[in-house]
């Protein structure tokens, strides 16, 4: 199923800049994004700085979600507003040294510039700060709040889904009182033809007879159309889907057998049919049946 979630926290360090990996204040994000898949499919795009914490996210959405296509975003941006400090003297006197040697060996080398400078001394000088425990915490808030989104559309898919079922069950009981008619109308045609092949052979066949194996082909006729079976065993599915639906819980591979079982009897009725209006009622069934598959592969 589908969800969004999008939590984020800020952290004010006590310690100063110099003796932490963190800035005086940083700003910690967690999004997580989840569209409809068959499977369980789960991707991070997270800072260099957090990769080690993968392994621990991917445990925690495992935990909780079953399907999706799930994307986890996480950002870390630093609010501090503080000065650069100068580098020390020892950073300055190092950095001059390297650069002598690496000019003796690569004359053509630039030289370091300022920037250049405050840049590897700043990242010297820092030492750096496992953000683990906050991001495993933010990311517990957003899992909730996506659950949440997910379970909201859970319950309309839950209620497009029972609205399937009620037309299921229309078409079916539209299908149950055919079959006794077809055969009525079998037996008269049989009775009629019987009638005309007697008029043009002036047979002297008793009428008994030929009331007899109208009765024998119409008993034959009503064997071979007979849907009573499938329509109580569609019932019996349609009545599984509407309790589970209900009950709630993970019931999406239980869902996805159950429709499987519904295709099954739509297509016996339809190879049964006897008559153009049992060959709609049995495709309007297989369309309504698979727009209720679509559904269920998003459901957990």
Known sequence: MTGYAAVQSS???????????????????VEIRSVNSRFLDLAFRL????RQAEPALRE?????????????RVSLESTSTGTLRAPSSATLQRLGSLEDSIKSWLPQAAALSV??????????????????????KLAKTALK?????????????????????????SLAALAVPMVPKLVEQ???????????????????????????????????????????EEITRL????????????????????LDFLIQELHREANTLGSKSASLELTRISVDMKVLIEQI????????
């Open 115 to 136: 920037a250049d400078i405050l840049r590897i001394a700043t990242n010297e000088d820092k030492k750096p700060h496992d953000y683990s425990e906050e991001l495993l």
């Open 11 to 29: 952290m004010a360090q006590s310690a100063p800049e110099t003796d932490s990996g963190a800035d005086a204040n940083s700003r910690l994000g």
């Open 145 to 169: 709040e996506l659950m949440a989104a997910r379970e909201r559309e859970g319950a309309r898919l839950a209620q497009m889904l029972l609205d399937r079922t009620a037309q299921l069950r």
């Open 235 to 254: 019932s019996s599915h349609l009545d599984e889907i509407d309790r589970l639906l209900s009950s709630g819980g993970e019931l999406g591979k239980r």
């Open 293 to 300: 598959r679509e559904q269920v592969q998003n459901i957990e």
């Open 47 to 50: 800072p260099d700085e957090l």
């Open 186 to 228: 079998q037996k008269n045609r049989f009775l009629e033809r019987w009638k005309e092949a007697m008029a043009l052979s002036d047979s002297t066949a008793l009428p008994e007879v030929a009331q007899d194996r109208a009765l024998t082909e119409a008993t034959a006729f009503a064997i071979r159309i007979d849907v009573a």
């Open 60 to 72: 925690l959405l495992t935990g909780k979600l079953k399907r999706g296509k799930v994307e986890v």
